[in-house]
Nanobody
Framework: QVQLVESGGGLAQPGGSLRLSCAASISIFSISNMAWYRQAPGKQRELVAHITSRGSINYADSVKGRFTISRDNAKNTVYLQMNSLKPEDTAVYYC????????WGQGTRVTVSS
């Protein structure tokens, strides 16, 4: 079993920044695939950024150049640095890990509004 706990969400102004954290209950060294997804009201959950244990990274086109995903194996934590936030980034952000099966965190809400 893997437990994922997200933190760092909140209210930000357009153009502002937030950093999300996802703390895992086990060593993430053995987790090859971790990612951040988001779900906006009335929309389907979508992939935001993905990172492998080898450091391969992919981003959704909508966040390229603004968001950065990283992982700290020593702290068992994955981060999502979000810069130049836009109102359309408003969503609940979920941490995802795949270790023989999919695991999800409970989500952290991000609201971008002036």
């Amino acid at each position: 079993q893997v437990q994922l706990v997200e933190s760092g969400g909140g209210l930000a102004q357009p153009g502002g920044s937030l950093r999300l954290s996802c703390a895992a209950s086990i060593s993430i060294f053995s987790i090859s695939n971790m990612a951040w997804y988001r779900q906006a009201p009335g929309k389907q959950r979508e992939l935001v950024a993905h990172i492998t244990s080898r450091g391969s990274i992919n981003y959704a086109d909508s966040v390229k150049g603004r968001f950065t995903i990283s992982r700290d194996n020593a702290k068992n934590t994955v981060y999502l640095q979000m810069n130049s936030l836009k109102p359309e980034d408003t969503a609940v952000y979920y941490c995802y890990a795949n270790l023989y099966r999919a695991y999800w965190g409970q989500g952290t809400r991000v609201t971008v509004s002036s």
